[in-house]
Antibody, heavy 114, light 110 residues
Framework: QITLKESGPTLVKPTQTLTLTCALS?????????VGWIRQPPGKALEWLAI???????LYSPSLKSRLTIIKDTSKNQVILTLTNMDPVDTATYYC???????WGPGMLVTVSS | EIVLTQTPVSSVVTLGQPASISCKSS???????????LSWLLQRPGQPPRLLIY???TRFSGVPDRFSGSGAGTDFTLKISRVEAEDVGIYYC????????FGQGTKVEI
């Protein structure tokens, strides 16, 4: 059974860096696999942030590229996202998902507030 | 960035009746490999999105056949042949020809 699970802080202060971890279970970074991060501000639409592929190729949202870093830890079967210089507008539920969007984690709400 | 525009923004539907959602893209979604990477997802309240349709018209595993997708190029449609109570939620189209983007969502209520 394929599962993804997000973890990280639920509250960060403005200007801090957010680090989120996505733990993968039931699949690993084999040929063609990609995992990404998506966020959803309260009451708003979904937004892809970043994707990392099995071969370490990475794609970033053009509007957030300067603030984002995505890496994978193959030995731990994890994908890690960092988002720098957090602002209250970054308050959102953050999801990790397979790049074809057929498997999602449950998501976690991250609030940015002083 | 490819922009997807969904219509309607919201829809009140009747149980047992059909429903339809449109998704228009700012650019063609046909990839150089010939595939068209347009998907449809449903997000029920308090849940992550769930994939319904991928590559325009292929139903994902376990998705009822009352859901169907169609379209080509820049214009796509999701149809529900007979709406059931469990179909309420927000529907999103998503493109993956370039860096993925979602439409703004269509809220479906009974």
């Amino acid at each position: 059974q394929i599962t993804l699970k997000e973890s990280g802080p639920t509250l960060v202060k403005p200007t801090q860096t957010l680090t989120l971890t996505c733990a993968l279970s039931g699949f690993s970074f084999t040929d063609g696999v990609g995992v990404g991060w998506i966020r959803q501000p309260p009451g708003k639409a979904l937004e892809w942030l970043a994707i990392i592929y099995w071969d370490d190729d990475k794609l970033y949202s053009p509007s957030l590229k300067s603030r984002l870093t995505i890496i994978k830890d193959t030995s731990k079967n994890q994908v890690i996202l960092t988002l720098t210089n957090m602002d209250p507008v970054d308050t959102a539920t953050y999801y990790c998902a397979n790049v074809v969007a057929d498997h999602w984690g449950p998501g976690m709400l991250v609030t940015v507030s002083s | 960035e490819i922009v997807l525009t969904q219509t309607p923004v919201s829809s009140v539907v009747t149980l047992g009746q059909p429903a339809s959602i449109s998704c228009k893209s700012s650019d063609s979604l046909v990839h150089t490999n010939g595939a068209t990477y347009l998907s449809w997802l449903l997000q029920r309240p308090g849940q992550p999105p769930r994939l319904l349709i991928y590559q325009v018209s292929t139903r994902f595993s376990g998705v009822p056949d009352r859901f169907s997708g169609s379209g080509a190029g820049t214009d796509f449609t999701l149809k529900i042949s007979r709406v059931e109570a469990e179909d309420v939620g927000i529907y999103y189209c998503m493109q993956a020809r370039q860096f993925p983007t979602f439409g703004q969502g269509t809220k479906v209520e009974i």
